[in-house]
């Protein structure tokens, strides 16, 4: 007879407010989407599921074509390289993710260009354009719109444009993963658009998007590159409402909510002013404790802190206030605080996270206790 053993059961603290950028709590009536009974992918009424949320995707990013993959957000950015790069990749390292486009380079044999800067510095257009003129094999620039590594936000919209005006046969691919949904982005000179289900949209991990320009289409329709990620063949089964495997079935059922919620509050532009305020008030209100933002150019998707007593805050928080702040990455995992903003998050969440933080101050003798930053958050939440 064969027996099993089992690991501790795992202790789910549902006080827990979690305000990591990703993956973002989910909130209850997206979880309920995850609840109905499971419909087959190849059936009529997922066909109709599956392509009312592309048609939804489509409207949200500008672009004319949606792709939806069961992945991570990794697998859209090498689906993204594989299928544009023919001859060279030049990408933007200003962390984490930006390092990893060149490591999806390396996988396949590409040849490939670097510009690296510090995780706080977002990236110059002139740099960029210099690179193109001294390598003209280059023909796809990968950069992420926000390197959530450390909240960075580059001015991928500027930077997109250059290159197209002094080559517009350079492939343009940005990762959008912690910008898409949080803030209105600008595509018109960008081929490759990339999207996670973990971020905004405030689902579990597991699903990626890629948006396409025409210029991207006529590309991988004449390629035809990659098994899993064999975006021809996905672009010619997508356009039937169908996937060349298995679809990813309850992220999609997600979609479907998420977009009912965002109509629900008003549309998008209502959810990215919400967003904007929750952000540029969090911003402030960090700044009134007398911390500081580590990015230059910080992202509207979460507020990034750097701080010596970075690691024990985040540990106290968990610990005495239940609430999840994320830590930061090499070489700054013990060094950042990085507090989420992404998704549809009650106004009065934010505001007890924010209290939170400042409890913590004072209890670990970092700063006395004076309400400052409720007070400067609900001050310029509501503009008062």
């Known amino acids: 007879m064969i027996t099993f053993k089992f690991s501790q059961k795992l202790k789910v603290n549902f006080k ?3 305000f990591t950028p990703g993956p973002v709590a989910i909130n209850e009536e997206m979880r309920s989407s995850f609840s109905q009974p499971m419909p087959h992918h190849r059936t009529k009424d997922f066909e109709k599921i599956f392509q009312s949320v592309r048609e939804n995707l489509k409207k949200m990013t500008g672009l004319e074509e ?7 957000g ?3 950015m090498e689906a ?27 996988a396949h044999f590409i040849k490939a260009h670097e510009l690296v800067y510090e995780w706080d510095t977002p990236a110059q257009v002139d740099k960029i354009l210099n690179a193109l003129k001294a390598n003209p094999n280059i023909d796809a620039f990968c950069i992420q719109a926000c390197e959530s590594s450390g909240g960075l936000r580059h001015p991928v919209e500027k930077i997109a444009q250059a290159i197209k005006e002094t080559n517009p046969n350079v492939f343009v691919i940005v990762d959008a993963i912690t910008a898409l949904g949080v803030e209105p982005l600008e595509i018109t000179h960008v081929d490759a658009l990339i999207g996670g289900s973990q971020k905004a949209f405030m689902l579990p991990p597991a699903m990626s998007l890629i948006a396409l320009s025409q210029k991207a289409i006529d590309r991988i329709e004449e ?3 990659g098994f899993y990620f064999n975006l021809k ?20 059922l997600g979609l479907q909510r998420y977009f009912e919620l965002v109509q629900n509050l008003g549309g998008f532009e209502t959810l990215y002013k919400e967003t904007k305020r929750v952000a540029l008030a969090t911003q402030k209100a960090v700044l009134a404790l007398g911390l500081k933002i580590f990015p230059k150019s910080p992202g509207l998707s979460m507020t990034t802190i750097v701080n010596e007593h970075a690691k024990e805050l985040r540990n106290f928080l968990k610990e005495k206030y239940q609430v999840q702040f994320a830590g930061g990455q090499e070489p700054y995992k013990d060094a950042l605080i990085r507090i989420n903003h992404m998704g549809i998050i009650p106004v009065y969440k934010s505001a007890y996270a924010l209290n939170a933080l400042e409890l913590a101050l004072n209890d670990l003798d970092l700063r006395e206790f004076d309400g400052m930053a409720n007070t400067t958050f609900l001050k310029q939440y509501y503009e008062i």
């Open 16 to 18: 827990m407010l979690l």
């Open 66 to 72: 949606v792709l939806l993959l069961s992945s991570s």
């Open 74 to 76: 990794t697998g859209a």
């Open 80 to 106: 993204s390289v594989i299928s544009l790069c023919q001859k060279e990749l030049l990408f933007v390292n200003a962390g984490k993710f930006g390092e990893r486009f060149g490591k999806i380079a390396k």
């Open 223 to 225: 390629r035809d590159v």
């Open 233 to 252: 063949s996905e672009l010619k089964n997508q356009r039937d409402n169908t996937t060349s495997y298995t679809a990813p079935i309850l992220h999609t």
